[in-house]
C-alpha cells in the first residue's frame, strides 16, 4: 500500500513538473510574457504567483503528505487507549494504516470498532451490517468483499468522514449520525432513537478517555456490563485470543 501511494504521488509530481517545464519552454521560444533589460530577462509578477497557486492545488500535495506519513519512522504504529479490549487492540497495526489512509484519529476509529464489533471481523447484525464497523451493504460497490476488513474499513471510515463533515467536526454528533443516519444531525437529542442516544453516550465517553490516555474507563466497563462484553468474548473466540476476563 505505502509503494502504490508513493507511485502515485510521484506520478503526479512528474506530471506537475512537466506541465510546468513545458510552460517556461513555451514562454522562452514565444518571449511573449518575457522583458529582457540589459542581460536580464523579468517576467511579469503575477506569473510567479499563477504558478505557485497551480502548484498549491494540484492533487499530488495531499498524495506525497499521505507517502510521508506512512514512510515516515514509527508508521503503522499507533498506541492504543489500554482500556480497549483485546480483540480491539488486536487490529492496531492495521487501525493506524486505516486511519492515515482516511484521515482520521486511529482513537475515533478504534472507538467505533469497539462499540460496533469489539474487533469481531466477520459479525453481522440483525440488520444487516457487516464487519469490523458494522457498515451496511448498501455503502459497498458491486463485488467487494463486504467482511474483508480493509474493505469494511474503506467503507466504514469514509462513512465517518462523511459524518464528520456533516456534524461540523462535533464527535459527539458524528458518532449519533453514525449509527443513526445524517438526518439525526438536524434534530434534538430527545428525538433520537434510544440506540443513537446510547451511541452518543458510550462513544463519547470511551473516546474521550481514549484521548485522555486514560488507564480505565469507567464508560468502557458501563459499556461491556450493558451487553458488550458479550460481544468481546464472541470476538476474542474469533480471533483465538483468550477470553476476556
Excluded at 189 to 215: C, F, K, N, P
Aim: glycine residues 10%; contains cysteine; positive net charge.
Amino acid at each position: 500500500m505505502r509503494a502504490a501511494t508513493l507511485r502515485r504521488a510521484l506520478r503526479w509530481l512528474a506530471a506537475g513538473l512537466m506541465r510546468l517545464l513545458r510552460l517556461c519552454a513555451a514562454q522562452v521560444r514565444g518571449g511573449t510574457l518575457l522583458s529582457k533589460r540589459g542581460a536580464v530577462y523579468y517576467v511579469p509578477l503575477w506569473l510567479p504567483i499563477a504558478l505557485a497557486l497551480l502548484l498549491a492545488s494540484t492533487a499530488f500535495w495531499g498524495d506525497i503528505a499521505a507517502a510521508a506519513r506512512q514512510l515516515a519512522p514509527g508508521a503503522g504504529k499507533v498506541d492504543l487507549a489500554e482500556f480497549f479490549a483485546p480483540s480491539v487492540r488486536h487490529w492496531s497495526h492495521e487501525i493506524a494504516a486505516w486511519a492515515a489512509q482516511s484521515d482520521t484519529d486511529p482513537q475515533l476509529l478504534a472507538t467505533v470498532m469497539q462499540i460496533e464489533s469489539c474487533g469481531h471481523p466477520t459479525v453481522v447484525s440483525g440488520a444487516g451490517a457487516q464487519g469490523l464497523f458494522q457498515v451496511m451493504p448498501f455503502h459497498f460497490e458491486a463485488g467487494e468483499r463486504m467482511l474483508e476488513p480493509a474493505t469494511n474499513a474503506a467503507r466504514g471510515s469514509a462513512y465517518l468522514k462523511y459524518c464528520e463533515r456533516l456534524a461540523g467536526g462535533v464527535i459527539g454528533l458524528t458518532l449519533a449520525c453514525y449509527n443513526g443516519g445524517p438526518s439525526v444531525i438536524g434534530k434534538e437529542r430527545g428525538q433520537w432513537s434510544a440506540e443513537t442516544r446510547s451511541y452518543y453516550r458510550w462513544g463519547v465517553g470511551i473516546y474521550s478517555d481514549a484521548l485522555a490516555d486514560a488507564a480505565s474507563s469507567d464508560t468502557m466497563a458501563a459499556w461491556l456490563a450493558a451487553g458488550g462484553g458479550r460481544l468481546c468474548a464472541s470476538a476474542a473466540a474469533e480471533l483465538r485470543l483468550p477470553a476476556p476476563p
